[in-house]
């Protein structure tokens, strides 16, 4: 054999990189199901579904081709369990002169696979993703010199260079962000009818690998019941198409909105579809441009979108390969609480917290406000340890792979790089959540309270917050202003504030013990 191609879970594209030049005669592909990446983090049962099933489904792909493959199952007799110890399997039974792969998305998995390649003398060739706007060189060129990584003026060039949204030298309507236009709540009555998302009722590969994931990973956290994701490229293509003719309209404008029991909302819900290259940013990129070139969809809520995939998504890859490894021990906070019980379970009285844990256990989903501005802003006001955090974004969600996880909860959601990604802490009381929601309404805590018994626990930690890191936060000018709120809370008022947050942090609030213990 002259090459073996590496492809790993979260590269199903028959066209990468990895492909250029493949030769049925002389080359095979190779693919594993390895237990050690459902272990490694507690990984839910759907995102192991999800990766699983699009694996085999992608393996019809290949085999279709005619393109030589060597695929282990999960549940093949003899699995060695983690990629690494599979491909030293492997590598000795099929005695290729040369691996090769695409950049994976995560730096553990690449020196895994280094190793491998190093112990058996083989050349590795690792190959540039072009499932992304921009390398990682170009990006690590954007970030020399540079104190700070903002995206904003990453996202302005990618604009220019790739030539989206742009009236020549200028963008289109003027101006670069149309964020003011995209935070609106819904009103009173709702959101009202919102069209439903794309569903895919598992085929018979789908339904196998469920049955497989439950059995083998009984005790993992979430549910298997409603697993109704894209698993295909055909069927990441049709989610597409809907969401760019059904929600795109009105993406911008409810981008920030959370509403009880609607996961769903305007979002896109395409995320795992492009992490695990079913699509290709590109295509969603122009998709949605097209749809405002053609009147069918507003400029705010286009520019909006394209922010998320042309600015965000790129930005925080570059971040990652350019701050990894060290980035992952990275604790500026110095935080120190464990995780709640309860983040597995969804077992607590905060229905804010409840209704975005159950979707996630549910559905492997959250929107991007539930994740930044419930889930993560609870763990980081509560001063959990980032590593634990990290573990469980990881884990729960059915987009979850490293590059794109860890920058957005340690750095973005959790401060936990001091500023490389963010310029202060997102730090909000409850009142934030009030008025981007109606949860606060049905819940037994009042946002307007810091202390006592109805206190609700984001107001409370949000000042205990500000206490804690007082002093580092008076070296930072954006927080002047939450700081000189604070300077106004009477002593005896700070104190009541620090009781209830010890409280809160010894597990006597918030918890819904009867629940936790069924769950
Ligand atoms: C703590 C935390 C953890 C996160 N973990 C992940 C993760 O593991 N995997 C993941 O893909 N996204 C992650 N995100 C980013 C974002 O929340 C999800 O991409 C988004 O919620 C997915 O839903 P959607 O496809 O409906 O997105 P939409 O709201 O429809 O946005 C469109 C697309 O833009 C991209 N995007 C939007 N925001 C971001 C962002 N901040 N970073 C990177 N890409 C972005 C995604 O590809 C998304 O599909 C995380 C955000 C936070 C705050
Ligand atoms: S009162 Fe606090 S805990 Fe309850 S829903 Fe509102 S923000 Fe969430």
């Known amino acids: 054999m002259r090459d073996l191609i590496i492809v790993l879970g ?308 570059g971040v990652y390969w350019t701050k990894m490894p060290d980035y992952l021990e990275r604790n500026a906070l110095e935080a120190q609480q464990d995780l709640p019980a309860w983040f597995w379970t969804g077992a607590t009285e905060m229905i804010c917290l409840r209704d975005a844990l159950r979707q996630t256990l549910e559905h492997g989903y959250a929107n991007h406000i539930q994740r930044l501005m419930v889930t993560g802003l609870y763990a980081l006001m509560l001063g959990v340890q980032p590593r634990q955090v990290h573990a469980w974004y990881l884990a729960v969600y059915v987009d979850a792979v490293e590059w794109v996880e860890l920058p957005n909860t340690l750095g973005m959601s959790q401060y936990a790089d001091g500023g490389v990604m963010g310029s202060k802490p997102y730090i909000a009381t409850g009142k934030y959540i009030q008025r981007m929601s109606p949860y606060c309404k049905g819940c037994r805590y009042d946002p307007a309270q810091s202390s006592g018994e109805v206190a609700c626990p984001f107001t409370t930690l949000y000042w205990d917050f500000l206490m804690r890191h007082e002093a580092a936060l008076a070296r930072n000018p954006r927080m002047a202003l939450q700081l000189k709120n604070l300077a106004r809370l009477t002593d005896a008022k700070k104190q009541a504030i620090l009781e209830r947050a010890s409280a809160i942090r010894r597990g006597e609030v918030g918890v819904d013990a009867e629940v936790h213990r069924h769950a």
């Open 10 to 317: 979260d590269q199903l594209d028959p066209d990468a990189a990895a492909f250029d030049g493949f030769d049925a005669d002389l080359d095979a592909a190779w693919m594993t199901e390895a237990a050690e990446e459902s272990t490694h983090v507690w990984s839910s049962k759907s995102r192991t579904v999800m990766f699983l099933s699009a694996m085999r489904h992608f393996a019809q792909v290949l085999r279709a081709q005619g393109r030589p493959l060597h695929y282990t199952r999960l549940d093949a007799p003899g699995n060695a369990g983690s990629l690494a110890a599979q491909l030293q399997m492997d590598i000795l039974r099929l005695k290729p002169a040369r691996l090769v792969m695409t950049t994976p998305g995560d730096w553990r998995v690449l020196q895994a696979i280094k190793a491998v390649a190093q112990a058996n003398g083989l050349p590795l060739d690792i190959r540039e993703d072009r499932h992304f706007f921009s390398s990682i060189g170009e990006f690590a060129a954007h970030a020399k010199g540079r104190k700070s990584l903002r995206m904003e003026y990453f996202y302005r060039e990618q604009r220019k260079r790739h030539e989206v949204l742009m009236d020549r030298d200028e963008p289109v309507g003027g101006q670069w962000n149309f964020d003011v236009e995209n935070r609106e709540a819904f009103g009173a009555a709702g959101p009202g009818a919102v069209p439903g998302r794309a569903v895919f009722s598992p085929d018979a590969v789908t339904r196998e690998v469920i049955a497989l994931v439950d059995a083998r990973f009984a005790q993992h956290p979430g549910s298997l019941e409603r697993f109704a994701w894209p698993v295909t490229r055909a069927q990441a293509l049709q989610s597409l198409q809907a969401f760019v003719q059904e929600r795109l309209p009105l993406f911008g404008r409810y981008q920030d909105a959370m509403w009880p029991d609607e996961p769903w909302l305007y979002h896109s819900h395409l995320s795992a579809a492009l992490n695990l290259k079913l699509l290709n940013p590109r295509e969603v990129v122009a998709a949605a441009e097209a749809a405002y070139r053609s009147g069918q969809a507003p400029l705010a809520s286009v520019e909006g979108f394209v922010r998320q995939i042309l600015g965000w998504r790129e930005y925080v890859r």
